[in-house]
Each structure stands twice: as C-alpha cells, then as structure tokens.
C-alpha cells in the first residue's frame, strides 16, 4: 500500500566556500548531513540532496543575507519556503559544542520549533540596486570627507606662500582654486610639492563629488520607478528614502504590522523604569541606519513643518525634555512612513491655494501676517517648493472664510 512521503525540515550552515546541509524528520529525527560547494553546482546538489528525503516543510538557512544569499535565491525559486535562522545560542553552543554539522542540525531544529526564524529580504528587484548604489555611495562620502580633512591638515602647517594663498577661503571657494592651480618647479622643494599635492587632492574631491552626485540621480530614477510617493513625506529625500526602503526590503509584506517596523527601525518603547520613576526609551536594537535616517526626518521638520513645532513646544509646556519629545516624534514618523511603505498615499493638492488667494485679492504679506510666519513660507507651500499640510490646509481653511465674508459684505 503506498504511504506518502515523510515531512522533512533542512538546515543550511552557510559558509564563503561551502555550505553545510543537514535534514531532520518532523519529529526531531537526524537524517543525514553533507557538505557541497558554494557554487551554481553546489547549489543544484543541495537542491537534489534534500528533495530525496521527502516533503520539505522548510528550510532554514543561516545568512541569507551574505554568504546564503544565491542559495536562499536558488531554493525560493524552486518553490520552497526559505525562513533565516538567527545566530545559535551560544550557551547552547558552549553546552553542545560548535561544529558545521551541528549548526545546520541547530537550524532545522529552530525552524521545527519556531524558534529564532524570521522571513528574509529577497534581495531579487529594485531595492536590492539601492542597496548596492548606497554602498558605493558610503564609500565615496567618506573618501570626499577624508580628502577635505587632508587638504585642511596640510593647508595649517603648508609654507607661508602657500598658506596665505588657500587658507582664507571656504570650502567652496578652496576646491576650485586648488584644482585650478598649476603647481612647477623642483619637486624636492617642500612648497611645489605641498601645492602639488593639495591639487591632487582637490581632483580627487571633485571626483568623488561627481560620483555622488552621478549615483543620487540613479537612485532618484529609482525612487520615482518602485516607490514615487515616499519622497512626498515631509522630511524624506533621496537618502531616507533609499535608507528605508533597503532596510523594509523587496518585499515588505515580511513587516506585518506598525509594532514590527517600529522595532525594525529601533524606535519600539520599552520599560525603563525604576523605583518611584516610570518613564519608557527606544529600543537600541533594529537598524541603527534606518533609526538615523528617521532622526533626519523629525530634524527637518522641526526646522520646516509647523505642526511638529507646535507639538514639539506643547510638550515641552507640559515638562518633557528635548530628548523625550524627539523620542515622541519618531515614534510619530515611523507611523507615517510605515503607512506611507504599505499603503502608498499622494500629497494633497496645493494649486488652488495661490489662485483662492489671489481672487480674493490678498496679499502674501497680509496671508503671513496672519499665521504669524514669513510670506516667503506661504509663497514656497503655493509653488510646491515646500510642504506644510497644516499650515496648507489652515492657510486653504482661511482663504475660504475671507471668502464668506466678502460675500456677505
């Protein structure tokens, strides 16, 4: 009588050179275990190496993020679930000991317990080229700040010709008059040999400029193809944007809740409290990348949006501190883009407000003065240069009152 296959659950240690399999049965039961290249052929074996033994309900692969990657892609296409196995215990590793066997047993174990697993990032479509944009964007920023920082150094102690010629100017100003410079005369004189390095310097800056700027405009042609609403976030540019959509992944769908991203991005409250004070702080764990990018986003807004100043100093009446509102307002932004990240939303419309206004005959100077702001703020909300919904939808609100008065007049 024919009996249907057994359920099996694999574990992959992953590894630069080879990846370690294991198998065990639903029940806890090893199977077998072999070793295999990390290579197409490898990964063909591995596949043909665990679909002999039965049914697989899952296969946990340990860094699917680095060394597991191509296999994780391998085994999704292939039709089976790939859950990441976490990191092993390591007091579970100090009582069983450590080997490649061991860790893949570890892995299937963890993915038949339900323990220690998460769903990986695909890292198959456009968020994986942001990925890889920003790493060489990384690099190259830091390359530009340690270039300036050199061409600083040596302007403090360079010969006083030198010196008096580049040291006044600003950074602005000091790139391009160094790149125009035309350094000639004996190398083994310290003066040439200073200018001439400093221009060296300021090539290497303007290149590394331009690379920067090369790669934010393939990042923005991105942007506008996989996520063309993020960037209307108040606060969100072509940095956080990029940041946040690497950190969610190419399939955001593994976030299934706003609780989950708020851990994700590291702004989770947890209890801190002790004795007779009870308060709450963010979580260190998630991306510390990510967290920054939205400590960006709530800077920008105190410095532009008049919501965030207005709860901001409604807070601080109340006897919060500066760090404890700003802990507030992640919270907030983490909220927004979450939303923003699963159910995309277009910025209001703004076109009407310029025409209402000048209908109405009013002036931006009398517009600013009564919401107590400059008339170059409204002027930037009118033209879309700038985005305030508050003060858009108060500034329309108003506009529409004026109008009901000079009807009744």
């Known amino acids: ?40 052929s490898g990964y063909r074996k591995i596949l043909a190496f665990i679909t002999h033994f039965g049914l697989i309900i899952g296969v946990g692969v340990e860094g699917t993020g680095s060394y ?26 100090r009582l069983r000991g450590k080997s490649d066997p061991l860790d893949a047993y570890q892995a299937a174990e963890s993915v038949l317990a339900g323990r220690g697993t998460s769903t990986p990032k695909t890292k198959d479509g456009p968020v994986e080229c942001l990925r890889v944009l920003r790493a060489a964007r990384s690099s190259a920023m830091k390359a530009r700040t340690i270039a300036i920082n050199q061409i600083k150094g040596i302007l403090v102690s360079a010969p006083e010709h030198v010196r008096s010629r580049f040291r006044p100017l600003t950074t602005a100003q000091l790139i391009p008059a160094l790149k125009r ?46 996520a063309p609403l993020l960037r209307n976030v108040p606060g ?29 991005v590291g702004v989770a409250p947890i209890p801190a409290s002790s004795g007779k004070t009870s308060r709450h702080r963010h979580s260190r764990g998630g991306d510390r990348a990510a967290n920054a990018a939205i400590h960006h986003v709530v800077v920008s807004r105190l410095a532009t949006d008049s919501r965030t100043r207005d709860y901001a100093a409604r807070r601080s009446a109340q006897g919060k501190t500066k760090k404890e509102i700003m802990r507030c ?26 025409t209402a206004r000048e209908d109405l005959h009013i002036t931006l100077r009398e517009a600013a003065g009564h919401f107590n702001t400059w008339p170059g703020t409204l002027s930037r909300i009118e033209r879309g240069l700038s985005r305030d919904d508050y003060l858009a939808s108060q500034f329309r609100d108003w506009l529409h009152e004026q109008k009901a008065v000079q009807n009744i007049n």
């Open 68 to 93: 597991g990657a191509e296999l994780s892609r391998v085994l999704r296409t292939a039709g089976l679930p790939v859950p990441e196995v976490n990191r092993p215990n390591r007091q579970a590793r």
């Open 181 to 226: 410079s035309r350094p000639m005369g004996n190398l083994t004189d310290t003066e040439i040999a200073t200018a001439l390095t400093l221009k060296k310097l300021a090539v290497r800056y303007r290149f590394l400029e331009r690379e920067i700027l090369d790669t934010d405009a393939v990042m923005a042609e991105i942007l506008r193809d996989c």
């Open 329 to 354: 307002l992640k919270r907030y932004v983490a909220r927004e883009l979450y939303r923003q990240l699963t159910n995309p939303q277009a910025a209001p419309s703004i076109t009407d407000l310029r």
């Open 1 to 40: 009588m024919a009996t249907d296959p057994p359920n099996v659950i694999v574990g992959v240690d992953t590894h630069s050179d080879t990846h370690f399999a294991a198998i065990i049965d639903e029940h806890g039961k090893h199977l077998a275990a072999e070793e295999f290249l990390a290579v197409s």
């Open 236 to 264: 969100v540019g072509i940095e956080v944007a990029s940041q946040l959509l690497v950190t969610v992944g190419d399939n955001p769908k593994r976030i299934a809740t706003e609780a989950q991203f708020a851990a994700l």
